[in-house]
């Protein structure tokens, strides 16, 4: 069984900004319209990962909004429906959380319509009931 044909970097310089734009504006739910200036300085004021296919092409980004201590919240995952199936969303997401958990921090927050299971796999938990289901992910005995 050979490498897979995609990396995850936290590289910013790998970030595709235009296609990062294009899909986050336009094929999610959360982020529909959202202009080309907030997304880049969103991503800019952001911790990000991109997922690269081995030709150098974008295929998925996860953007955590943190202050690398107590506190992070992970937004805007997304995977190229043509990479969808293969797995790509669970790596990049367990790649995500443990970054952050080396960080050693408290919780990370989400908030998501229609992916419990997915998150809880990686023991997210709702927190309270609204139109969105907010979850979070504790690591005991940290404050």
Request: proline share 3%.
């Given at each position: 069984?050979?490498?897979?044909?995609?990396?995850?970097?936290?590289?910013?310089?790998?970030?595709?900004?235009?296609?990062?734009?294009?899909?986050?504006?336009?094929?999610?739910?959360?982020?529909?319209?959202?202009?080309?200036?907030?997304?880049?300085?969103?991503?800019?004021?952001?911790?990000?990962?991109?997922?690269?296919?081995?030709?150098?092409?974008?295929?998925?980004?996860?953007?955590?909004?943190?202050?690398?201590?107590?506190?992070?919240?992970?937004?805007?995952?997304?995977?190229?429906?043509?990479?969808?199936?293969?797995?790509?969303?669970?790596?990049?997401v367990a790649h995500v959380?443990?970054?952050?958990?080396?960080?050693?921090?408290?919780?990370?927050?989400?908030?998501?319509?229609?992916?419990?299971?997915?998150?809880?796999?990686?023991?997210?938990?709702?927190?309270?009931?609204?139109?969105?289901?907010?979850?979070?992910?504790?690591?005991?005995?940290?404050?």
């Amino acid at each position: 069984m050979g490498e897979p044909p995609y990396v995850i970097s936290g590289d910013p310089e790998r970030l595709d900004l235009a296609w990062i734009h294009k899909v986050i504006s336009t094929d999610t739910y959360w982020a529909e319209g959202r202009s080309r200036e907030r997304s880049d300085r969103a991503i800019e004021h952001s911790l990000c990962y991109g997922v690269y296919h081995s030709s150098g092409r974008q295929l998925g980004i996860a953007r955590v909004v943190t202050d690398r201590v107590t506190f992070a919240w992970l937004c805007d995952v997304y995977i190229d429906p043509e990479a969808r199936g293969d797995g790509i969303g669970k790596r990049l997401v367990a790649h995500v959380l443990d970054d952050l958990d080396r960080m050693g921090l408290r919780r990370v927050l989400l908030a998501t319509q229609g992916a419990e299971e997915f998150y809880r796999r990686f023991d997210f938990a709702e927190v309270d009931d609204d139109s969105s289901t907010w979850m979070a992910k504790r690591w005991p005995g940290r404050t």
